[in-house]
């Protein structure tokens, strides 16, 4: 008797991964082989297929050799692959629904490898900032797993990670929180409580607790992390310095400033134990502890006080000289450099002294013709160089405490333009739109925080020159009992 073998299809299937920054979640594509065998199991009759848009062709002849359909399969999911790295969303959506169509025809809209389909589907329509659609596909596929598995299942951390990023992004973060918390649980049931998977599951769930305004919880998440990268790493090694750097980082957007230059100390202690002073690492160490000296700490739990320092000029200083010296660096590091020290001039307002270092900037941007874009990016557009994030929420209280659906998240608007002068600083701040306008406190805020900002002016021919017409969006969340309140204290204070 001869045996055949049973075709395998090779399935190339993006999963979700981490879901870093406090204001706009990213997802993280990594490819896994998926390997599964046909015949597909059958759809039960009736069944309903569990997707975000338009629905699946049921009439077209499922009856093709399985070969064709793993060409197919692998030829559509390589086109997916490219397009979302060229960030052509709209074509890349198109195909990961052909995708979803070929996997249910192979496998059936019940397998895992379908779940798997749905997420791909849900990272670019997140991407594209479809947040509804996105969060739709993700619970599907979390429900198909957990219905072929358990509610423990290891397949169940990506696809919990998107969800945690779309709810995140539709405004709410106190769902958001219990998504990525159950992740960070599932790991912890199949890798340990010590694995460092989890390190991306926690900076979410720290980035959510920031956007909640809870920093008590947000602090615990980074400690925690700190405590598993030590436990994994020596102090004072090499190893340990991203997991410092990301740590400082997120200090800097969590207002503990003093902290955050704490860490970037040691990051430069660090480097210099192991390597020496005037090693090229230290460079962006140095960049960001002096940046650090453009704010102040805002969350009101130092314990010590700082010795006075007026500026971070030294650091700068310090970073140049090592960029400019170093046997072994590049234009890439000097340019770096230089534009970090152009940058403190204006944020210390001698805007001539910024300006001549930027045109030094813009002579080593222009020497090669692969430079120009740099050049394009760095210094021929305007760039923040000081800015606070803008609330998301008229009442933040609001979202620590949960929200009711009698009384659900409305999203406002408020629109100003404004022009970057020579000296990077906002002027001929206009309030364009306002809706609802009951909100004058957000106006408010709104328009200090742009009168702080901070900018490197447009170059054109290594000359400074004014930017107009730039506009601000800011979108923001309330509910309707904020409204109201809103409406009654303006009615109260016009009838006074």
Known sequence: MVMTKKPVILAYLLLAAAIPDVQSAEIRLAEEVIEYEIPPEPVEEGQIVPVAEEGIDEGEDSSEPAVISEDLLVNEFSLFKQLMQDGVLDEADSVAKRIVELVIRLKGPQSNEFAKALT????????????????????????????????????????????????????????????????????????????????????SLAETHLRMGDLDEAKEAQDHIYSLNVREYDLDTMELVPSLMRRAAWQHRAGFVYDERTTYRRVIRTIEENTNRNDLQL???????????????????????????????IYFRRATRIATEHPDTNWQIVAQATLAL??????????????????????????????????????????????????????????????????????????????VSTRGRAEELKMIEAIPAEFTDMQNYVQREMRRRIYRPRFVDAEAVPTPNQQLVHNFYYRQSDLDTAVAVATAAAEE
């Open 120 to 203: 791909n589907l849900a990272i670019v329509q997140f991407q594209a900032k479809e947040y509804g659609a996105a969060q739709q596909n993700y619970e599907s596929a979390i429900e198909i797993i957990e219905d072929n598995e358990d509610r423990l299942n290891a397949q169940l951390v990506n696809p919990l990670k998107g969800l945690g990023a779309a709810q995140l992004e539709s405004g709410r973060p106190d769902l958001a929180t219990q998504s990525f918390a159950r992740a960070v649980h599932v790991t912890h049931v199949n890798e340990g409580p010590h694995n460092l998977d989890q390190v991306d599951l926690l900076e």
């Open 283 to 313: 460079v962006e160490p140095l960049i960001m502890l002096g940046k650090s000296f453009f704010y102040i700490d805002t969350s009101g739990t130092q314990t010590f006080h700082e010795a006075r320092m007026s500026t971070g000029e």
């Open 342 to 419: 152009g940058d403190y001039y204006m944020y210390d307002n001698n805007s001539q002294h910024g300006r001549q270092v930027y045109r030094s900037a813009w002579n080593i941007l222009s020497e090669e013709e692969d430079r120009l874009d740099v050049r394009h990016d760095q210094l021929e557009g305007i760039v923040p160089l000081k800015q606070r994030n803008l609330p998301q929420y008229v009442d933040t209280s609001d979202v620590e405490a949960g929200l009711q659906d009698d009384d659900p998240l409305l999203q406002g608007r408020i629109v100003v333009t404004y022009a």
